[in-house]
Nanobody, 121 residues
Framework: QVQLVESGGGLVQPGGSLRLSCAAS????????MGWYRQAPGKQRELVAT?????HTNYGDSVQGRFTMSREKDTVYLEMNNLKPEDTATYYC?????????????????WGAGTLVSVSS
């Protein structure tokens, strides 16, 4: 089993920045890829970014160029810059042994509880 704990959410003004963290514990040697999803009220869950154990990253089109995901030991980070009101959502950390399962969104092995990001003036 793997436990994921997110932190770093909060309220920020448009154009501002936030950094989310996700600390993994447990059987972390089984994890190949980690990622961030987000879900806004009334909307479908959206894949934001992923990173593999080799450091390869992928980003959703809506955050490309503004968000940066990184991985350091057992923690992954999501650096969010130039935040927009449409970035408001609950952000969830996810982890899986298989990258394809991670990006499927429906067969993910592990989920965190989520952290709320609100972008508003």
């Amino acid at each position: 089993q793997v436990q994921l704990v997110e932190s770093g959410g909060g309220l920020v003004q448009p154009g501002g920045s936030l950094r989310l963290s996700c600390a993994a514990s447990g059987s972390i040697s089984t994890i190949y890829a980690m990622g961030w999803y987000r879900q806004a009220p009334g909307k479908q869950r959206e894949l934001v970014a992923t990173v593999t154990s080799g450091g390869h990253t992928n980003y959703g089109d809506s955050v490309q160029g503004r968000f940066t995901m990184s991985r350091e030991k057992d923690t992954v980070y999501l650096e969010m810059n130039n935040l927009k009101p449409e970035d408001t959502a609950t952000y969830y950390c996810a982890a899986d042994q298989n990258w394809y399962e991670l990006v499927s969104g429906t067969r993910v092995d592990y989920w965190g509880a989520g952290t709320l990001v609100s972008v508003s003036s």
